[in-house]
């Protein structure tokens, strides 16, 4: 390799390959100078450099500061220097790649399909290649090797064999992006997409809202006759796309969410972020959508959780609940008036106040039958009961309770 032949190739690499001049002169000058320190015999610490002469495109090796100086050395030089050099320019090929889509993060990109490996499509994007992989893809879409595919960049990762670029086109953003792309409005910043809930292959709902009185949201992403959002629909193979209307208030913004379904009632929970939404009979089917579809999107759509019914289903809901709600009143009446019956019996007792029913419960006589059942020595036990009192509480615990029994009977 002639001295001006290494110079053109850098200039030339510079050029199709985006390589900093700067980087490929450093490449060559570490390859001669490693050559060199390999082929001649040079004291360990001594440095040894090269130098590439930018004009003539000379290049001359020193150990410390002296010349190295061989017959040999222009040929082995050049011979080491090219596999470095191809070493060290595929290094800064891949990192240009690595920059270059690193920045494209979030961008639709386009490219042709080169091949279908294990359930991956391989993208060709001229410069390097991208991959889409299987959960990536929509379900309904198919693609053939040689198709033009456009796809949303994911993420770039730095790999020992290049840049991995990982795109999709089953991600919302995808959706979002292409609407970006389609609707100047969006672009400009005048229309604003609010949320996006996709079930990819089937059907997206996006809510929008115009920042403009004057600019129709809807309008403006429908496009005239329908164009924008059928180029879209194109795109995504047939995908179904419901264009909501944004809405600050709840109930409105449900109701859109849940369109084409007409909803009669919406009743709000703001601490759980629940509704309870009421359709008639011949509505709830279309609400809830095929296999639950348009409720699950809905519910995605504004962040809450939709639980729909009809009016059958409500009313028999209520009754049960309001059933329900009865029989827990009369349990708790009746808990009540067992409670009070349970005093009633203790307070029974002769001489007995609140502070002698206290120390009873206390002690785990809580009714007339265990402090009939006790003995007068285990009463005594109790601060401030003494053997005559315990004894008189004992008999009359019995008497009551002999006079309710003959009551029963």
């Keep these: 390799m002639e001295s001006t032949e290494l110079l053109t190739i850098l200039e ?102 080169y091949r279908f490996e294990r359930g991956n499509i391989i993208v060709d994007l001229g410069k390097t290649e991208a991959y889409i992989p299987k959960k990536e893809q929509s379900p309904k879409e198919e693609f053939r090797q040689g198709d033009r595919i456009r796809a949303y960049v994911l993420d770039v990762k730095r790999d020992s064999k290049g840049p991995q670029i990982l795109l999709s086109r089953a991600s919302p953003n995808f959706v979002r992006k292409l609407f970006q792309l389609e609707v100047p409005e969006i672009y400009e910043g005048i229309v604003e997409i609010k949320s996006i809930a996709r079930d990819v292959g089937e059907r997206t709902k996006i809510a929008v809202y115009s920042k403009d009185e004057k600019v129709d949201c809807v309008g403006a992403c429908v496009g005239m006759r329908g164009s924008r959002v059928k180029n879209i629909v194109s795109e995504l193979q047939g995908e179904k796309i419901d264009i909501v209307r944004y809405s600050s208030d709840i109930k409105e913004y449900i109701q859109a969410a849940l369109s084409p379904a007409e909803i009669s009632q919406i009743q709000l929970n703001y601490d759980g972020k629940k509704a309870n939404i009421i359709v008639a009979d011949d509505q709830l089917s279309l609400a809830i959508g095929k296999h639950g579809q348009n409720v699950r999107l809905a519910s995605q759509l504004v962040s809450w959780e939709l639980d729909l019914f009809s009016f059958d289903q409500w009313k028999q809901l209520q009754e049960q609940a309001g059933a329900e709600e009865s029989v827990n009143e009369k349990e708790e009446k009746g808990d009540a008036a067992a409670d009070q019956s349970q005093n009633r019996d203790l307070t029974a007792l002769a001489g007995v106040g609140e502070k002698t029913v206290t120390q009873l419960k206390s002690a785990g006589f809580d009714s007339l039958e265990k402090i009939a059942a006790t003995d007068i020595e285990t009463l005594t036990k109790i601060k401030g009961l003494g053997e005559v009192k315990a004894k008189k509480i004992i008999k009359d615990a019995k008497s009551l309770l002999g006079s309710a029994n003959e009551e029963k009977e």
């Design 12 to 113: 030339q690499l510079e050029r199709d390959k985006g390589i900093d001049k700067k980087i490929l002169i450093e490449a060559v000058e570490s390859a001669v100078a490693t050559a060199a320190k390999k082929l001649w015999t040079v004291d360990k610490n001594e440095e040894v450099r090269a130098v590439l002469d930018t004009k003539t495109g000379r290049i001359t090796a020193y150990a410390g500061s002296q010349e190295i100086r061989s017959s040999e050395f222009g040929r082995i030089a050049a011979q080491t220097a090219k596999q470095v050099v191809i070493q060290k320019i595929r290094e800064a090929e891949k990192d240009v790649v690595f920059n270059e889509y690193q920045v494209r993060i979030g961008e639709i990109i386009a490219g042709g399909i």
